[in-house]
């Protein structure tokens, strides 16, 4: 099952081109130019995964479009662990890789019911942090807005997503980059923050 850990910090908007001029920031290579990411998330119209902390989202990124199934996390002062399955989206659901018995069931259960809830539109700055030999970490940061109901939240953040080491390298890096940042650990995903708009 494959494993996502990653530690976000809310980043207020007037601290955007400071975060992006910081020393540490600047000196780690850019993954590739930043990048427009608009996503659709999908639920039923009873909001069945949201009720099972179940996330389905599909993501333009440049020409592919890329389904992602994300559950639940296990989330404290902004460091989350879970579970996540990616693939190229073709039109249509596809639920065949997801190896969690549970998790996989539910989704094809709904699949003919699903629709789009809400949309996350937003540019990402990735930057690859390899601090020592054994330790990787992509920081990305997202500027941007959640849409639902034609009503928007902001979206200010940076995300910090381990590659390889162990968490506790992710809680360095945040603790370096808050020494002259305004920088805050924060434990509410996008998707939560969605489902709590179309709520609003």
């Excluded at 601290?15 to 608009?38: C, F, G, N, S, V």
């Amino acid at each position: 099952m494959p494993l996502e850990i990653e530690l976000k910090l809310a980043l207020p908007p007037a601290a955007l081109a400071a975060t992006l001029a910081h020393p540490l920031i600047k000196a780690a290579p850019l993954e590739h130019e930043p990048t427009r990411l608009d996503s659709i998330y999908y639920d039923t119209p009873d909001l069945a995964l949201h009720a099972h902390r179940v996330a389905l989202r599909v993501r333009q990124h440049g020409t592919q479009q890329i389904q992602t199934v994300k559950c639940a996390a296990r989330s404290h002062g902004g460091l989350a662990q879970r579970p996540e399955w990616e693939q190229s989206y073709q039109d249509q659901f596809d639920f065949s890789a997801i190896d969690n018995p549970e998790a996989a069931a539910l989704l094809e259960s709904v699949k003919t019911a699903l629709v789009p809830v809400f949309l996350t539109c937003f540019q990402r700055d990735t930057r690859r942090y390899t601090p020592r030999a054994g330790v990787e970490i992509l920081i990305m940061i997202d500027s941007g807005e959640i849409q639902a109901q034609g009503r928007a939240i902001p979206i200010s953040e940076v995300e910090l997503e381990l590659v390889a080491g162990e968490p506790e390298d992710l809680v360095r890096l945040a603790a370096e980059l808050q020494k002259t940042l305004p920088l805050t650990p924060d434990d509410v995903s996008k998707a939560q923050r969605g489902y709590e708009l179309c709520h609003a």
